[in-house]
């Protein structure tokens, strides 16, 4: 598999409101008609899915320069590398039977084949920008479906193996850095709000993951009883400028409130990660992002946020194996990582 | 902030305002549940509406979206496609194929639209190609399932021949434009 390590969609720092939302995502879940879902789909029947939807996926009115990846080949490190870019989920990373996933050139399409549906694909943008990630995503949807069945019912719309996306089989999600929210104690609180705003609030690596970096994946749970334009204006213009406007009062009143404390931890996360001789991913992603938060602040000059945003990415225990072009221990990785990150800091 | 009991994390946090002045309660994981309040939930909604299911087996048939009342033991207990029975896709929050809606239909009412927050029917986007496909699958359906014989009594000679069926019935697929067409003659897309 040829995957090179090189900047990623979701962590350019350029997207509108970018302090708050690192990167934003669609995805759509679709079935073939004619096919029982994957998870009662024979080892036969995956084959073909894969046959058909590679035949079709690999073409340029799909996207330019795609390219196609068999999970069940890939080594466990190829696997993680495309799970810590964001590119499959960690439980079709995870499985056993007949998947493959296609990637754009740029990473900022991906196609997975025979995850929980036959096709579940995704559109990732720099900051919040869902108008344009939707409408990448659909054009794409449009090139597929002109070319195979879907499962649809007029009344359900898209059928999907969990009854919890069927209709539009649509989710909008953001990556949202909340460290302050986190400091001042008062995620929780966008926690609950969260849920009864039918919204999901879910880890780094999305469901069934922790949060790591002050990083969480915010989306919405509702597919089915609205467009897909009206979910994706109530998400982008009513609840998302919200959260964002919460983080930043957040951050202001960590500035108020009390500037030397807010100096010392974003001094002292930076300290280390210029002179530390080891480093754990969570720590390092804990630092980077009171760094990250500095920054935005204003609290810190002179280090480059690319690089930090580049660091939550490189950092990571697959890429950090691709790096070192060999298999690394967990001591040989916490040193491999802290030489990294000093060398990208120059401590 | 610590729990007001304990030294451990407050993660419930409760302000009231009584005669003017302000009450504020913060409580650890433990003392919230002691106190009966809510904890906030991070469970993916799958994992509840599995949950809800096993817990309401009753409420398959639910009067209040169908508008008519069915004894549950008349409910459907497999999908006569897949063979998918209640009890797995209770067990796992899955479907075995697409016809599951159907089969199933009295039982997922109910749970669709409580997941769903009301919504009962799909409003967003319709495939092109939704009204002219119904031929298509039934006939893509029979190939796989022979193709699928075929493999388990490895007659390859057989298996080779409906593979070639299956890609021929993908290729004589009408074209987008000629689908635009037919989407423009009917307003609302056709069922399954």
Redesign the interface.
């Given at each position: 598999m040829e995957l090179r390590e090189r900047p990623h969609p979701w962590n350019d720092h350029n997207g509108p409101h970018d302090d708050v939302i690192m990167s934003c995502r669609v995805r759509l879940a679709r079935n073939l008609a004619g096919f029982p879902f994957v998870n009662r789909a024979s080892s036969t029947q995956c084959h073909e899915m894969l046959r058909m939807a590679r035949r079709i996926v690999l073409t340029d009115d799909v996207a330019p320069g795609m390219i196609w990846v068999d999970i069940n080949s890939a080594t466990s490190r190829d696997r993680a590398l495309l799970m810590e870019r964001h590119l499959i989920s960690k439980n079709f990373s995870e499985s056993s039977h007949a998947r493959a996933v296609a990637i754009s050139g740029d990473e900022s399409l991906s196609v997975m084949v025979n995850e929980e549906d036959h096709l579940r694909m995704q559109l990732l943008r720099p900051g919040l920008q869902l108008e344009d990630a939707f409408g990448r995503i659909n054009a794409v949807d449009d090139a597929i479906e002109a070319r195979l069945d879907y499962a649809f019912s007029s009344r359900w719309g898209y059928l999907t193996a969990c009854p919890t996306n069927v209709g539009t089989g649509i989710r909008f999600s953001v990556m949202a850095h909340l460290p302050a929210l986190k400091i001042t104690g008062e995620i929780d609180r966008v926690k609950r709000a969260a849920k009864d705003l039918n919204l999901a609030v879910r880890g780094y690596y999305g469901e069934g993951t922790d949060s790591a970096g002050d990083f969480y994946q915010i989306s919405n749970q509702i597919t089915l009883g609205r467009s897909e334009t009206e979910l994706r204006d109530e998400f982008q213009k009513q609840i998302l400028p919200h959260i964002i406007q919460y983080e930043q009062e957040s951050r202001q009143v960590l500035v108020d409130r009390n500037p030397i404390l807010l100096d010392d931890r974003v001094h002292r996360a930076l300290a280390v990660l210029k002179t530390a001789r080891l480093l754990g991913v969570e720590e390092a992603m804990k630092l980077l992002s009171r760094v990250r938060l500095g920054l935005y602040l204003r609290r810190i000059a002179d280090v480059d946020l690319d690089a930090i945003n580049r660091l939550f990415l490189q950092i990571q225990p697959a890429h950090l194996q691709l790096h070192a072009e060999s298999r690394l221990s967990n001591e040989e990785m916490r040193q491999a990582r802290a030489d990294l990150v000093r060398s990208t800091l120059g401590g | 902030?610590n729990c007001d009991f304990c030294n451990k994390?407050?993660?419930?946090?409760e302000v009231t305002v009584k005669n003017g002045e302000k009450h504020e309660v913060h409580l650890c994981e433990e003392h919230a549940a002691e106190a009966g309040l809510n904890m906030?939930?991070?469970k993916?909604?799958?994992e509840l509406?599995t949950k809800f299911v096993i817990s309401h087996p009753s409420s398959s048939g639910s009067a209040a979206t169908s508008g008519a009342s069915r004894p549950a033991k008349s409910a459907r207990r497999h999908c006569a496609?897949?063979g998918?029975g209640l009890d797995e896709f209770r067990r796992?929050?899955?479907?075995?194929?697409?016809d599951c809606?159907?089969s199933f239909c009295s039982q997922?009412e109910p749970?669709?639209e409580r997941?769903?927050?009301?919504?009962?029917?799909?409003?967003?986007?319709?495939?092109?190609?939704?009204g002219t496909?119904i031929d298509?699958?039934?006939h893509?359906?029979r190939l796989?399932k022979e193709?699928?014989h075929a493999?388990?009594a490895e007659q390859y000679e057989r298996a080779a021949q409906l593979?070639d069926q299956?890609q021929s019935l993908?290729s004589d697929?009408p074209?987008?434009d000629e689908?635009h067409e037919r989407a423009g003659e009917s307003s609302?897309?056709?069922?399954?």
């Open positions: - | 902030m994390p407050a993660v419930v946090h906030p939930g991070s993916p909604i799958n509406l496609t897949c998918l796992t929050g899955l479907l075995g194929c697409p809606y159907e997922l749970l669709i997941a769903q927050n009301g919504g009962v029917s799909h409003l967003g986007k319709t495939p092109r190609r939704a496909s298509r699958q039934l893509r359906r796989i193709l699928d493999v388990n593979r299956l993908e697929s074209s987008p689908d609302s897309p056709k069922p399954e």
